[in-house]
């Protein structure tokens, strides 16, 4: 391996690990470059933090406030990182068990997170960071109301 692949392993694990540990606000924007964009996909109906996208360190501050206004998390965890080293770019699996606040339903999710990196400062810092998440779960949380809870349709 090489110390670009070494050092974007790095940095990924660093901000997965301030996410996990639950991390100031201020940790998590350490990660972040300044012109950094932020994506949640999905539809902009299933949260206020899903399907747009939030720019720079005041949208970061903005997207943080968000999920922690409506989300609670715990025993989340990380693994799986794939780098690539040419595109500055970090792939990693996640997984936690999440909570609406305001409906209290919780779930367990597995989640991916793309994060593609530029040098700033001298520092490795995400420029753009991407989430493919369960939002149907998240939906339905917010409805207060639990996947189990929906019959399957079967054929």
Request: proline share 2%; hydrophobic share 35%.
């Amino acid at each position: 391996m090489s110390s670009r692949y070494d050092s974007l392993l790095q940095a990924a694990e660093s901000l997965c690990n301030d996410f996990a540990t639950k991390a100031d606000l201020q940790s998590m924007l350490s990660h972040f470059s300044s012109t950094t964009t932020a994506f949640e996909h999905g539809d902009p109906h299933f949260a206020p933090f899903v399907g747009r996208e939030f720019k720079g360190l005041e949208g970061m501050k903005e997207y943080f406030g968000l999920l922690g206004k409506y989300l609670a998390y715990e025993n989340m965890s990380f693994g799986e990182y794939f780098a690539d080293e040419r595109q500055n770019k970090v792939s990693v699996k996640g997984k936690g068990k999440f909570t609406w606040v305001s409906t209290g339903v919780k779930w367990d999710e597995g989640f991916t997170y793309t994060l593609d990196f530029t040098s700033e400062d001298g520092k490795l810092k995400v420029s753009r960071y991407q989430v493919w998440a369960d939002t149907g779960a998240l939906y339905l949380a917010r409805l207060g109301r639990k996947v189990e809870d929906i019959p399957a349709t079967i054929n």
